[in-house]
Every structure is written in C-alpha cells, then in structure tokens.
C-alpha cells in the first residue's frame, strides 16, 4: 500500500476563495493546506467534508474549548453551548454562511471580533486535489484584540491537527 503524505502546509492566503476580500485589515488571516487522501474526498460534498474536519479536533482542543468557554463567559461572549444553539443551519459551533461545489464558509459574528473560516477544495492539484483552510477574523475592540492573541498560537495547531486527522480518516 502507497503510504500517503498527510503533511500539513502553510499556503498564501488564496486569493481564489470567497472571503478573499475579508483579508485586508484583518486582525488575524492565515491558510493551512493538505492533499486528499482519496477519491472519495474529492467527490464530497462540501458539509460533509467541512463536517468531518470540523469534526476531527483532538481531545485536547475539546478541553481548551471548556477552558475558553468558562473565561469568555465572564465577559460577554458567547460560548460554544450558546453558538451551537443558536438557530440556522450550523456545523456545531460555526453557522454556515455559504455553499458550493467546492468551497464551504463557516464562521459566526459577536461583541468582541467577526471571523469566517473557508474550506476550499481543488479538484485538479495532484493525485486527488487538495483542500485549503483559512481563517479570517476582524476584532471590533480591545477584547477582541486580547483574545485573538491569547487563541492565535492554538488556532493555528487546532487548524493544522484537525485537518492532519481528517486526512488521515479519509475524510470519513
């Protein structure tokens, strides 16, 4: 058996995805990329891929989120219960603001910042393509300043482990 590359890259911003006018001025962009691992998920539709990587967070990112929730909730923010419950169609605690082929945009509005988070897929790169995930957030005052720099360092391992094990599933 072919052993496959689940290696995890750092990639430009791609100028390609929806959010690519979100970049400017923001408080916090990047983009992290992977190869797919198979046919299948070249041929997924872009929720179910978006719900398996979302989906795909190690244990202990699960424990930060409590952490965070616990901390955030002092100040205004709303939790991961609170997003999760809010109404619309959501993957957990992200709402999804739109759908195409092969592009999903995810993220959620609130006091402190804004983000989006864009998964997009490309058909054409290598063997079975590959999928490219960034990240924008906006802050709308010093909270959301403060928190995007105690969170950045996590997010970005959050980022890359989830789409590190989601490749490895299979996207499955």
Known sequence: MQEMNIAVRAVA??????????????NLADAYAADLPNARAREL????????????QPRWAQWLMVLRDAIVARFGIK??????GKPGKRIGIFRIYA?????????????????RLSVLRYRD???????????????????GRAYILLIRPFHKLIV????????????A
């Not at 791609?14 to 400017?24: F, H, K, N, T, V």
Request: net charge negative; proline share 4%; aromatic share 4%.
């Open 45 to 56: 539709d872009m929720e179910s891929l978006a719900r398996q990587l979302l989906g795909s």
């Open 125 to 143: 790169a290598g063997r079975h393509g590959s999928v490219t995930v960034s990240s924008v957030v906006h802050c709308h005052n010093r909270v």
């Open 79 to 84: 939790t991961a219960k609170q997003m999760e």
């Open 13 to 26: 911003l791609p100028p390609g995805a929806s959010i690519a006018p979100l970049y400017q001025g923001s």
């Open 99 to 115: 759908v195409s082929d092969d592009e999903i945009i995810v993220g959620e509005d609130d006091s402190h910042l804004d983000f």
């Open 160 to 171: 890359q482990r989830s789409l590190a094990r989601a490749v490895k599933r299979g996207f």
